[in-house]
């Protein structure tokens, strides 16, 4: 084996080393190719779908576990004429509604969610990005409210609208029913017993234990039972799923 | 007019170039199929490493949190896609996660069926004595990488470096990788205690993965030094020259 063979041996890995990162890229852009791409998603969801327990709990933790800080992400502020007004009067006005396909729909006030039953539960907040931090949550089950509202049987997903707003309309994410009526699924309006602030969500958000960050709309403003996420935004069922090519199987 | 008697000519001056079959199909698809997956989740993983590089040990670890590895700023030549672009590179790095793990899995069967596994990774108590790893070191140094005796046999240090592989660093890749999905830590809460929580296994991964592609270029180097098209035909073709310093 000569040297001149050798070097050609090693240029010619490396210049495919870099057609093949040129091409992953490539790849992204086919349609075709894109749909196998994105196709994961739906073997993850299957697969961890099929390992797990319906209602297999995500890890609790002690206080002792807790992050000294829990950094706030996303939206800081939605700073809304509307928001901000709401914040003023410590939402005395603020109203949060579950409709959609539901018998009953509901307008609960701010007094009236922090009077129901609630759970409190210490739990891992992990960032599509990677970091993760502890924090405790206080907020009633997402199920009791779906069934106070007698969701109905058509529906297969719910939809959270948030006063936030991302490209001007308000921010969005849905899950399905088997995440909506997950034990640890509530509407948190305490963090670390205090009443959630505003950089953390205030005065409700979502804990959707079992996925990343994105999933746990904040602001909630909204809640509805849909049969399909067709007409939901631009169909993908969130923001980040419709504009950014995120997941919405966030399990993983 | 003289007659002058030929030098005698060794018989073995140009011995005949024996070929043998080295590598099975599982072998070889394995090899190929992971060429490409792990080349793929190196690229995406870097990309994903970019969205937050900083490592922590515990469950937790964020911005207010102390690191214990800050890393670089992975650049776009390494990474996939190649610009910054987190969505499309959990895409790739979840879809050939599978291709990894349950490309794992089907080698393992084969290899155990096809006898691969005990028949050329199996370390013998012998070949770790100090004077066997000595001698095959210096054997190394000198570019001679077959036991003349047995040219096909991996050598010890092949064999080591193939097992912890094998049986080491990928398995811990895609063990880490779950730990870090919240679905199946609620699924596998033991996940989390194998490797101390989240961000820990966050951590083993990387150097899992740094351990992964260390070993990437060892062997690359090595396929060199020994004969890289002789190399590549046999993880093609499973036919493989027996070197004539080994014949």
């Not at chain 1, 994105?38 to 933790?61: K, V, Y």
């Not at chain 1, 003023?88 to 307008?107: I, K, T, Y």
């Not at chain 2, 043998?20 to 394995?30: D, E, G, K, S």
């Not at chain 2, 090899?31 to 490493?49: E, K, V």
Request: net charge positive; charged share 15%; proline share 5%.
């Amino acid at each position: 084996m000569s040297l001149i063979t050798r070097r050609a041996l090693v240029t010619g890995a490396a210049a495919s080393a870099g057609l093949l990162l040129s091409g992953c890229d490539q790849v992204a852009q086919v349609p075709a190719l894109r749909k196998i791409l994105f196709s994961g998603e739906i073997m993850n969801r299957g697969l961890q779908r099929a390992l797990s327990n319906r209602d297999a709990l995500a890890p609790e933790f002690s206080a002792a576990d807790m992050s000294p800080r829990f950094r706030v992400n996303g939206t800081h502020n939605p700073n809304t004429p509307d928001y901000t007004a709401m914040v003023a009067e410590n939402f005395a006005h603020w109203r949060l509604q579950v409709g959609g396909l539901v018998a009953r729909p509901l307008s609960l006030s701010i007094a009236q969610l922090r009077g129901l039953p609630a759970r409190t539960q210490i739990t891992r907040h992990d960032c599509v990005e990677g970091w993760s931090a502890i924090g405790k949550w206080h907020g009633p089950r997402l199920g009791m409210l779906l069934k106070a509202a007698g969701i109905r049987d058509a529906a297969r997903y719910v939809v959270f609208t948030c006063a936030d707003l991302y490209g001007g309309a308000p921010y969005y994410e849905s899950i399905d029913l088997v995440d909506a009526f997950h034990p640890q699924t509530i509407m948190a309006w305490a963090l670390n017993d205090h009443v959630l602030d505003v950089g953390h969500g205030a005065p409700v958000r979502l804990r959707v234990e079992r996925q990343l960050g994105y999933k746990h709309a904040k602001y909630v403003m909204r809640i509805d039972a849909v049969d399909s996420l067709a007409k939901v935004g631009l169909g993908k069922g969130g923001y980040w799923e419709d504009h950014v090519d995120y997941d919405w199987y966030a399990g993983i | 007019m003289t007659t002058a008697t030929p030098p005698s000519v060794p018989v073995d001056a140009a011995p005949a170039t024996r070929t043998i079959y080295r590598h099975r199909i599982a072998t070889r698809l394995w090899h190929w199929i992971n060429a490409i997956t792990i080349f793929i989740m190196i690229g995406s993983g870097l990309t994903i490493l970019n969205a937050h590089p900083h490592l922590y040990w515990g469950a937790y670890g964020a911005n207010f949190d102390h690191p214990w590895l800050n890393t670089i700023h992975w650049p776009s030549y390494v990474t996939i896609p190649a610009h910054y672009n987190l969505a499309i590179a959990r895409r790739w790095h979840l879809l050939f996660a599978l291709v990894l793990a349950f490309g794992l899995l089907g080698y393992m069967i084969a290899s155990l069926a096809n006898r691969h596994f005990l028949r050329d990774l199996r370390v013998r108590l012998r070949e770790l004595s100090a004077a066997n790893l000595w001698h095959d070191f210096r054997e190394h140094l000198a570019f001679r990488f077959h036991d003349p005796a047995d040219p096909t046999a991996y050598n010890i240090f092949q064999k080591l470096s193939y097992v912890l592989v094998i049986f080491g660093l990928i398995p811990t890749m895609i063990l880490t990788g779950l730990a870090m999905s919240p679905g199946m830590d609620a699924a596998w809460p033991w996940l989390l205690d194998l490797f101390g929580g989240r961000q820990s296994a966050r951590s083993v991964h990387f150097i899992a993965a740094a351990g992964l592609t260390g070993f990437i270029v060892i062997h690359l180097v090595l396929v060199i030094l020994a004969g890289p098209i002789n190399e590549v035909r046999s993880m093609l073709t499973g036919r493989w020259r027996v070197p004539e310093d080994a014949a």
